[in-house]
């Protein structure tokens, strides 16, 4: 009967060493857990905060994108006056060069 006794101390001893065990086992688990968390929230933010502020450079990129086209089309649109006003001024002096002539030609 002793040894049953023993044998019972044992077996007592193996399971409080695996509680133990199971319980540092369990803590370490619950602390991985906060920090994954805990983590998880962190990158989460970033992530918002992340997007916000390619949502404000796209918005700006599209501003600059207008901007340009505007100021391209105005001088476009200038150049192509500039270019009316001198093909009308070259006819202009062209014709004058051409009475000139034929008035003091021969």
């Keep these: 009967m ?4 023993e044998e019972r101390k ?5 399971e409080s060493c695996i509680g133990v ?3 540092s086992s369990d803590e370490n688990f619950l602390n991985a857990l906060i920090s994954l968390k805990s983590e998880e929230a962190s990158l989460n933010e970033q992530k918002l905060h992340l997007k916000g502020l390619l949502l404000q450079l796209e918005t700006k990129a599209k501003e600059q ?5 505007r100021k391209i089309d105005r001088l476009t649109f200038e150049v192509s006056d500039l270019k009316s006003k001198c093909e009308k001024l070259a006819k202009v002096i062209n014709f ?5 002539c034929n008035q003091n030609g021969p």
């Design 2 to 5: 002793s040894l049953k006794k």
């Design 10 to 14: 044992t077996v007592e001893d193996e």
């Design 21 to 23: 065990q199971i319980n």
């Design 65 to 69: 994108v207008d901007k340009k086209k």
């Design 96 to 100: 004058e060069a051409g009475s000139e």
